[in-house]
């Protein structure tokens, strides 16, 4: 048996000589394990198997690496300068070494589109619209038009223009400013110039309102400015401009208070406390002169007091009363006045004047006929209501009726305001005319409960004004106004006739007749307030 291994070993090297190096190498390493295995057939298992060589590989020839490829150079960029009105920036950036020409490029329709191609660092380029941001870039290329340098986005925009900007005089010495947001802004700059001087930068806010100190008596002239803050820098919108009158407008010390004057007045009212106050036209005069309804506190309220003033031509002393004792009430109205505070009373019952409800007669009073009482058309305006109507007297001394109830435009254009205001609120009526100082207050209705307001209302005006009963007055009350009221609409009113002395009033008799009747509506509109 000792015979066979060496058998198998010259058949290995008689094999050498036939095969390749490699595998006679193999052929070799494998017979000496078999022959292992053959001589020691009982140790194979505590042996380990041999691992086989790896073959060589021919080296590949080294590879030389190419020149590294240089990156594009960032460009900073900023703006220099911006044009809300033609809503357009100035950009301007770095130069690049070797750049020949620089791209500014826009982003649209999801993609960069090149809209400017130029040799100098800076360019001005126009935005889609306010309040809209937009995104460039700018690419440096050298002269082989090889990109070597880009800016990062860069996304900018103009802010919308400041719109409705207005004041609310919160007192003497504190105004209130505010304004719809502009889109796009950030923050706010108020400027503020008084008469004759520049503007000054007062307050910067990021709110759509701001207060001011202010000096009684002054004029100032306001500016907000929108401003967009970006990482390049800060851009400017279209301001919003508004002037303020720190003074009281409504004037007792002259005969004649005009319409024309009476429209100024309220308009400026309106501006300087535009969150308390207001005015709609309801309608206009034979001759074109608009009605204006003055509105008082909450337009929101369910209760109100309607003020109807000047029905008579020539008692326009009335209208200067309730034109005296609205600006009385927004001059105090954050105060407490007569142990109440107005803001919380016109919140919850807010008051209608219609200041001159004869605007023709008036004019014709104050020009040619002084003791002029009807409308343009010679209609006695308070017998023109439809309620008892009964056509009768003459044009020539004012106690002509018209034609038919409600033939004139004023009156339509009370009644029309009445009817609107008893439909969505709980309404009571004053009426002033002149003169005779005396409250009317009467009623012959079964209505138990209409009755007691008027009586409660009657009661007020009195103990107010020191007033004496109109009870014993006589005359006619066909087609009156007060009476329409109380019998045909069934709302509680009062007629109250201010000064002694006949009509025109004089002027002395203005201030004495607002001093009796400044507490008047307010404490009305307390009354009405608390009644469910």
């Known amino acids: 048996m000792k015979r066979q291994p060496a058998r198998l070993c010259i058949a290995v090297l008689m094999l050498a000589f036939l095969l390749e190096p490699y595998s006679v190498s193999a052929a070799v390493h494998l017979t000496q394990e078999e022959l292992k295995m053959a001589e020691n057939p009982a140790d194979t298992s505590q042996e380990q198997t041999a691992e086989p060589e790896e073959p060589s590989v021919p080296e590949e020839p080294p590879v030389t690496p190419e020149e590294p490829s240089v990156p594009a ?35 649209k329709n999801e993609t960069w589109e090149e809209i400017n191609r130029t040799q100098e660092t800076t360019g001005a380029v126009s935005l889609t619209g306010y309040g809209t941001e937009n995104s460039f870039k700018i690419c440096a290329y050298d002269s082989e038009q090889k990109l070597t340098g880009e ?22 010495t504190k105004v209130k400013l505010y304004w719809e947001a502009a889109k796009g802004a950030d923050t706010y ?21 701001a207060r001011l100190d202010v000096k009684n008596k002054e004029s100032y002239q306001f500016k907000v400015v929108p401003l967009f803050k970006g ?21 007792m010390d002259h005969q004649k208070y005009t319409y024309k004057e009476m429209c100024g007045d309220i308009q400026s009212l309106c501006k300087k406390y535009s969150e308390y106050v207001s005015y709609e036209t309801i309608g206009y005069s034979e001759e074109g002169r608009e009605i204006y309804d003055v509105i008082l506190g909450n337009k929101e309220a369910d209760k109100t007091i309607l003020v109807v003033s000047t029905l008579h031509a020539r008692e326009y002393i009335a209208t200067v009363v309730c034109m005296k004792q609205l600006e009385y009430y927004l001059l105090n109205y954050n105060k407490t006045v007569d142990g109440k505070k107005l803001s919380d009373v016109f919140d919850s019952c807010n008051v209608h004047y219609v200041m001159m409800a004869n605007p023709d007669g008036v004019t014709i009073s104050q020009t040619k ?46 009644v029309s305001l009445t009817k609107k205001l008893n439909k969505t609120q709980t309404l009571a009526v004053v009426n002033y005319h002149a003169m005779g100082q005396i409250v009317f207050g009467d009623y012959g209705g079964k209505n138990k409960k209409l009755r007691s307001d008027i009586t409660d209302m009657y009661k007020i005006a009195r103990s107010t004004t020191g007033y004496s009963s109109a009870a014993g007055y006589g005359g006619t009350s066909n087609g009156n106004y007060r009476e329409y009221l ?26 004495s007749a607002f001093n009796r009747n400044k507490l008047v509506v307010l404490r009305e509109a307390v009354w009405l307030k608390k009644k469910k």
Do not use: M
Not at 80 to 101: F, H, K, P, R
Not at 151 to 172: C, D, F, G, Q
Not at 486 to 511: G, L, R
């Open 73 to 107: 150079a960032e460009i900073p960029v900023r703006i220099t300068d911006s044009d809300a009105e033609e809503i357009n920036v100035t950009l301007e950036w770095d130069s690049v070494n070797n750049a020949a020409e620089y791209a500014v490029y826009f982003w």
């Open 151 to 172: 800016s990062a986005e860069i996304k900018v925009l103009i802010p919308a223009k400041v719109k409705n900007l207005k004041t609310t005089a919160y007192s003497r």
């Open 189 to 209: 700059e108020i400027y503020e110039k008084q008469d004759g001087k520049k503007y000054r930068l007062v307050k910067t806010v990021k709110k759509t309102d």
């Open 231 to 251: 990482t390049l820098g800060t851009i400017a919108g279209n301001a919003g401009e508004t002037s303020f009158k720190n003074k009281e407008f409504v004037s």
């Open 369 to 414: 006929k002084a003791r002029w009482k009807a409308n343009a058309n010679g209609v006695n305006l308070n017998r023109n209501f439809p309620y008892a109507f009964k056509k009768e007297g003459r044009k020539k001394d004012g106690s002509y009726t018209g034609k038919k109830s409600a033939s004139e435009s004023e009156t339509q254009a009370i």
């Open 486 to 511: 109380i019998y045909k609409v069934k709302v509680p009113s009062i007629t109250i006739e201010v000064a002694s002395i006949s009509c025109p009033v004089p002027k002395y008799q203005y201030a």
